[in-house]
Antibody
């Protein structure tokens, strides 16, 4: 059974870069055509899609986050990662890594989720 | 890009049926499939419905989805409500490579 697990610092200072890694176990991250996504949830708020990456390295981002976000994949380690630069308190959230299930050459749904990692931005 | 608007909260009694709406702000609701997720407190979301009305394996048939082009909205209907259904529910759709979530609806089963 495929599982996802987020890891990274739980506390980041304002203006610094938030970095998280998602490790995929029980299967290969290179299983095309699935994409791998990051989604966040601010305390008491709803879900916000951050972006996605394919095992080929192709990435897509939520334009509302501007150019602060980078999502990359390391197939040799079966991991994908998230970097958010110049963070502020509004980036405080639980960050989830997920799998974007595809079928018949189209997006179906987010079928697998990590447990989530709380990242607090504070000095 | 478009937005998906959900009621902030709904409530209903055990055994009854409740419907949660999700209205698309621009573009046709039928142009891209709608998904629904359930999130219990302290847990990650889990998928309930995909492609408007399909249930992933293991999801009870008490959960059903539909779309209504006349109101440009999607709906999640939960029948035979159980106390364990008390959770937050999110609709989600997409436009090309963008994924959009609704603001979420808190369901109280009282």
């Amino acid at each position: 059974q495929l599982q996802l697990q987020e890891s990274g610092p739980g506390l980041v200072k304002p203006s610094e870069t938030l970095s998280l890694i998602c490790t995929v176990s029980g299967g290969s991250i290179s299983s095309s055509p699935d994409y791998w996504d990051w989604i966040r949830q601010s305390p008491g708020k709803g879900l916000e899609w951050i972006g996605s990456v394919h095992s080929s390295g192709r990435a897509h981002y939520n334009l509302s986050l501007g150019s602060r976000v980078t999502i990359s994949v390391d197939t040799s380690k079966n991991q994908f990662s998230l970097k958010v630069s110049s963070v502020t308190a509004t980036d405080t959230a639980v960050y989830y890594c997920t799998r974007e299930k595809w079928g018949q050459l189209r997006f179906l749904y987010f079928d697998l989720w990590g447990q989530g990692a709380l990242v607090t931005v504070s000095s | 890009n478009f937005m998906l608007t959900q009621p902030h909260s709904v409530s209903e009694s055990p055994g009854k049926t409740v419907t949660i709406s999700c209205t698309r702000s621009s573009g046709s609701i039928a142009s891209n499939y709608v998904q629904w997720y359930q999130q219990r407190p302290g847990s990650a979301p889990t998928p309930l419905i995909y492609e408007d009305n399909q249930r992933p394996s293991g999801v009870p048939d008490r959960f059903s989805g539909s779309i209504d082009s006349s109101s440009n909205s999607a709906s999640l209907t939960i029948s035979g409500l159980k106390t364990e259904d008390e959770a937050d529910y999110y609709c989600q759709s997409y436009d090309h490579n963008d994924r959009v979530f609704g603001g979420g609806t808190k369901l109280t089963v009282l």
